[in-house]
């Protein structure tokens, strides 16, 4: 499976957010600066982030983006699913009925759903569990260190802006 490298923008703009948010909001330029990414594209994955209601944006000099729940209420599923769309990863289009293969067969050997097809959508839902499973808060408590250096730098930042 490959997602966008937007999902990785996406998850550590949230865990970044979640670790300053009594210092929220935080400017688009901030963020972009921050990871070293294109400020448009990045704008368009916070986009696709605020439609789905993980994050918010308030306008002005002052302004920027921030968290719309707690990070504990965030889910890595709901950010993946936003970023990408909610695409399936398998899409089966039951290629075991055409061409000479499917021409000789009955209905009835395609009555029940394709073994590849349920082989395919249980790993993706194996995997929407594992990512439902973990949220955002969950993901700010594996780098403490990152919590501290992501705070101290973020308000030196500040001071020199």
Not at 48 to 71: D, F, V
Not at 106 to 117: K, N, P, R, Y
Not at 135 to 154: C, F, K, N, V, W
Request: proline share 3%; glycine share 8%.
């Amino acid at each position: 499976m490959r997602m966008s490298e937007g999902v990785e923008w996406g998850l550590h703009c949230c865990v970044t957010l979640g670790w300053l948010d009594e210092h929220a909001p935080v400017s688009i330029r901030r963020l972009a600066l921050w990871f070293d990414l294109p400020q448009e594209y990045l704008k368009k994955r916070l986009q696709a982030l605020a439609r789905a209601g993980i994050l918010t944006s308030s306008p002005g000099i002052r302004g920027g983006w921030s968290l719309t729940r707690p990070a504990e209420r965030i889910t890595v599923m709901e950010v993946v699913a936003a970023l990408e769309d909610g695409l399936d990863l398998f899409r089966c289009t039951e290629v075991r009925q055409r061409g000479a293969g499917g021409a000789n067969a009955t209905d009835a050997e395609f009555a029940e759903t394709c073994g590849i097809s349920a082989v395919m959508r249980r790993a993706e839902m194996a995997w929407r569990r594992e990512l439902a499973a973990h949220t955002i808060a969950d993901l700010m408590e594996r780098s403490p260190q990152g919590a501290e250096r992501t705070r101290r730098d973020y308000l030196r930042m500040a001071g020199s802006a």
